[in-house]
């Protein structure tokens, strides 16, 4: 059966993306409210995060090979659906475990964010796809910054409840947005190999998409580890106050926000090896000048954060390119890829913030932090030389 391609304006995919984002950050500041509303401990409460992140990892692998199979639009409307109504049973929870499993019904909403990606390489060529990749990544930059912002206000005029209300508002607006906007993108039948059917495993057997997957998930994994360290060496290694650590941190936001916008612009203009191949060269660059700094003795929050917001700037030249590359191995397979490539750098994320915590040196981490996020970055490098080596021999 053939589906009339019609693609949805940028702004109804960037909207998709930046809700998936905010389904993991907006209710933070309200995780302790929950925890005494709910008559339980905060450790339980915060299973709402680390186990929602699991299942998100989890639905990339659903969402993305049924949406090579079924189309984009109704895997989209059906967990827009479901993540609406999940909102609510949240909003309306009145013990933990009831407000726990809404919550993990809510990982639906992934699905906004790995089949945008999908959406643009149906749609476009790959050098534009990557360009609006990087306009799209700008989402993922700004609603972690404004996400617990607002859910912090909600908290403190209406209670922690009023996070759930608006989340479950948001998905019903976003789903009459697509049932207008979103025409199916998925390539048509006719146009499908009839090695679809293998899906996943077909796509898991080129060496090519591994290069741009692994490429995605160690250049995102130097973000989580920054993450994860920034506060202690802000504390221990800086003595800086909790407003001045929030501005340091937004440093490599702020970085992710004008690569993704670099990557708008130049990415239609310059093959994805060349774009990644800069970035992970950006962010590589900007660290090693951060560690000589410090073996220097030049040691100064300014300089530290300075360097590794080099790791924003970098990433957010590669991850358009490195995200749209791993969907043109197989374009007929574009749903699975960014399925499986969203997968990876959520899983290798985790595996990276546990390792990061358990390396770090407690009374001196700012070395051993630049060390990590250089060693991610320069893995990230090594998959793009591999990725180059690779389309060097397809293409020959």
Known sequence: MSHVQSPPRLITLILLTGLAVLSLNMFLPSLPSIAEALDTDYATVSLAVAGYLA???????????????????????????????????????????????????????????????????????????????????????????????????????????????????????????????????????????????????????????????????????????????????????????TAELGIYIGTITVGFLLGGFLSGRFAPRFPPITMMLTGRMVACLGLTIGLLCLWLGYLSPVLFFGSTAFVGLGNGLTMPSSNTGAMSVRPDLAGTAAGVNGALIVAGGAVLTSVTGALLPPDDPAQALLLLMLAASAAGLIAVLVAA????????
């Open 389 to 396: 080596r690779l389309s060097r021999e397809e293409a020959g």
């Open 55 to 241: 299942v998100t990892a989890v639905m990339h692998l659903i969402v993305g090979p049924l949406s090579d199979r079924i189309g984009r639009r109704p895997v989209l409307l059906t967990a827009l659906a479901v993540f609406a109504g999940a909102s609510i049973g949240c909003a309306l929870a009145t013990d933990v475990w009831t407000f726990l499993a809404f919550r993990m019904l809510q990982a639906g909403v992934i699905a906004g964010s790995a089949l945008s990606l999908a959406i643009v390489r149906d749609t476009t060529p790959e050098r534009k796809a990557a360009g609006l990749i990087g306009y799209i990544s700008m989402a993922m930059a700004v609603a972690p910054m404004l996400g617990p912002m607002l859910g912090g206000v909600l908290d403190t005029g209406f209670g922690w409840r009023a996070n759930f209300y608006v989340y479950g508002a948001a998905g019903l607006v976003l789903f009459g947005l697509c049932w207008v906007d979103l025409g199916e993108t998925r390539p048509t039948r006719d146009a499908v190999s009839p090695s679809q059917s293998r899906g996943a495993a077909d796509l898991l057997r080129a060496p090519l998409f591994w290069a741009y997957a692994l490429c995605s998930a160690f250049s995102t994994g130097a973000f989580y580890i920054f993450l994860t360290g920034a506060p202690l060496v802000a504390q221990v290694t800086f003595g800086v106050s």
